[in-house]
């Protein structure tokens, strides 16, 4: 089968987004072929997950300030950052009765493989890792997402980092850090990583894009068939562009649980501990370790990236620590399994406290009325 393939540069976040999800209904409707899309968002662009608060997520004073564009993906995972550095990746494909979003997790393996073989003929490492990551050696390197139109296409999407401003980027979107500052930067350049730093060249977006596409070539044994949007596809993407993708009641539109932030610091023989947790519903959403200890970069940012959607009960958060220590060994010898725990544990009670008005049911997956979740 051949595909199509269409690339374009600088778009801005509501035609990016509403093309995505109109090309994945024409796919699914059977009046064009499959999709891959490769694109750069026009700088700055803050995009949350389709179930998000943009409030919790999204520091939209800053984003005032810096002329970055705030909107709302079709997709479900977190708040991304993109610009001139990232490319956007979109797949539409014909889904199957069976590819269901309590699929979730094995579709966008399978549909991430393109993008691993892409990176690898860069010389980048990567592989898919827990829920919703392409990871190099513990760093993040992409994050993605999925979503299904109800005329049955599939629309996967992924955000591939060939440079990241980070600075920028925790300008506006909100983190557990209270303020910015270089051990805020520090901190997040350890846990993600890029295909310049990782190749430790200047690879442009063109290099990228032809590797990316060599590597679904290579997983779907499809030909790619550069292409662009049709006349009738253009006035489609236009109009749900204005209808919904411009709409203050989809880009603002309120989740039912909304997040909470906690924070414990706790001295230990090695140093000073703080863990930071943001908490939804009953799930540990995200966690971040810091102090003044010595451990290994790579263990440490394995166990954040454990805790992330986690639950939150004392013995889900102790089983997993365990499994952790017995896993890295000497590598977390200098941070003490049961003061993080007792951090971590402190950080939820106060974040508990904040959110006592929030809902009791869990946040880690969405259901819609008509009973399909998303992940």
């Not at 109109?22 to 700055?44: F, H, K, N, Q």
């Not at 995972?77 to 014909?94: D, N, R, S, W, Y």
């Amino acid at each position: 089968m051949i595909w199509r393939y269409i690339h374009d540069d600088h778009v801005d976040a509501a035609f990016g987004l509403a093309a995505d999800e109109y090309m994945a209904s024409a796919v699914g409707r059977g009046i064009s072929e499959p999709v891959l899309r490769l694109y750069t968002y026009a700088d700055y662009a803050a995009l949350v997950g389709r179930f998000q608060d943009v409030e919790n997520e999204i520091q939209l004073a800053a984003c005032r300030e810096n002329g970055v564009r705030v909107n709302r993906r079709p997709t479900g995972g977190g708040a991304i950052f993109m610009g001139h550095g990232q490319l956007g990746v979109a797949l539409c494909v014909p889904g199957r009765q069976e590819d269901t979003y309590g699929r979730a997790r094995e579709l966008m393996a399978r549909f991430s493989e393109g993008i691993i073989r892409g990176l690898n003929r860069l010389g980048v490492q990567a592989r898919f890792r827990r829920k919703n990551d392409i990871e190099v050696e513990g760093r993040k390197i992409a994050g993605l997402g999925i979503y299904r139109d109800n005329s049955g296409g599939l629309l996967f999407h992924s955000s591939i980092l060939l440079d990241m401003d980070i600075p920028m980027m925790l300008r506006v979107l909100q983190t557990p850090f209270e303020k910015l500052s270089d051990k805020a930067i520090h901190t997040v350049d350890q846990r993600i990583t890029t295909i310049r730093r990782e190749t430790g060249r200047e690879s442009d977006m063109e290099q990228v894009r032809q590797a990316i596409c060599a590597g679904y070539r290579e997983v779907f044994k499809s030909g790619l068939e550069e292409s662009d949007f049709t006349h009738a596809e253009r006035e489609a993407i236009a109009q749900l562009k204005k209808e919904k993708y411009e709409s203050e009641s989809w880009i603002f539109q309120k989740p039912a649980v909304k997040d909470a932030v906690g924070a414990a610091r706790i001295k230990t023989p090695a140093g000073l501990l703080e863990a930071r947790v943001t908490l939804a519903g009953t799930q540990i959403k995200a966690l971040y370790i810091l102090g003044d200890f010595f451990v290994s970069e790579k263990a440490l940012a394995d166990v954040e990236g454990h805790f992330r959607w986690h639950g939150s009960a004392p013995e889900q958060i102790d089983a997993t620590l365990h499994l952790l220590y017995e896993k890295h060994g000497g590598a977390l010898a200098s941070l003490p399994a049961d003061a993080l725990r007792r951090a971590i544990r402190t950080a939820l009670d106060r974040a508990r406290i904040i959110s006592k008005k929030a809902a009791d049911e869990p946040y880690g997956c969405f259901v819609t009325p008509g009973g399909n979740v998303h992940v």
